[in-house]
């Protein structure tokens, strides 16, 4: 029976804990935390797949998510038609060159037999291919930089709306775990996390310095909103009379309303995740997946393409952290690459994953809701706490002071605390899997 009632007590602990920020600091703090933990959510969910269901160890999650956010920049920014006159043609050249040295490669490999002469051929052909298409590219590149690097210095993009680029970050990020996929999953799981985390280093690296497309750490702001703007809220009378009648300013209330639809917009790609998540997992594919990852031998005893349905979990989940990507970039308005440390925020989502409870979809989201919400109060927190403890302190005192400093610390000891208790007293997370 307790087993049972164990998610309801959970999710509402986490929905009493939301209230009381809203009610001690403000609302509008309590919707910004709320808006991030759908976002991780989703994140965590994309990393459930991958792992929960078929024992995958990614370590490069913020690499697909910095894949979904700069979907963000190249859907919805115009595009810069003097970079595009500048270089434009340059880049699009050196494109093909690349793509018709890679088939020129794969045809090498293919058609000629095993052998020097191949190995011959396939090094001329990969050596040629890159000198002719930097030849291209180069000067290209420095072409579309010098056009006002303070304000564009970049292609832009194509100015659709900010919510195609959900689809397209998931597009790209499923388009990339298919190459990492080929090149890694014949690895063991710890050389496996290796590969991702390097690669995962590569395509943020690539995302700081390639300015042409990203404009690298000068960042992208001022991205388009999928959702109304507060300083024309303020404006509207039936605002106005709404936030009248709630004994709210129109700037209190423009922040909130622009914040519940931002979190509208969220839920329902959460909700739309989780309810797919929630079909595959108990269908007769998600019992092969489980299968395969509690005993990949017997597994493809019986005849399972362990390989390849790997790959397909692995695509599936990157699609999902390419979409929270996304998400995160629009909730945001820019796109900042240095941003996305892989050995900082991969931490944070798989304590979200472990902490939920691994295998378990609503795990996983308890966990996306948990973890965040302590990483964003765990200073304010610490603060009152350090103020507690040193109010018999002298207000000159050096200890105090440090002690007060030292709150600022306290995310990091925040989640490690949490993990140890959720591993010793419950060590299948806050919502095992059944």
Known sequence: MMANARPYLMYGAMALALATVGLVQS????????????ISAVMSLGVNIQWGYAGLFNV??????????????????????AAWQAGGNGIIVAFFIALATILAAIFVLKRLAPGRRQRLVFIAVIVAGYFATRYAFDPAVESIEAVEPAKTGY???????????????????AAAAWVVGKIALGLRA????????GISEIIVAALKNEDWLTRGVKNVSGLPRPVPYEVDLQQAVWLQEWAA?????PVEFSSIFVKLCYAALFASVLLAVLWLSERALN?????????????EVSAEAMGKDVTGRHLQVFILGSAVIGIAGAMLTTLDGQFTPASYQPLRFTFIIWVMVIVGGSGNNWGAVLGGFVIWFFWIEAEPMGLWLMDLITSGMAEDSGLRRHLLNSAAHMRLMTMGLILLLVLRFSPRGLIPER
């Open 60 to 81: 490069g999650v913020m690499g697909f998510a910095a894949l979904g956010g700069v979907t963000g920049v190249l859907i919805s920014t115009p595009p810069v038609m």
């Open 190 to 197: 710890d050389y496996l996390a290796i590969a991702t985390l």
């Open 283 to 295: 269908s007769p594919w998600g019992r092969m997946m489980r299968a395969i990852r509690d005993n």
């Open 155 to 173: 292609l832009g993009g194509f100015g659709l709306p900010i919510l195609l680029s959900w689809v397209a970050g998931g597009i790209l990020a």
């Open 27 to 38: 609302w509008s703090l309590a919707l910004a935390i709320v808006n991030l933990c759908l």
């Open 245 to 249: 009648t709630l004994g709210a300013t």
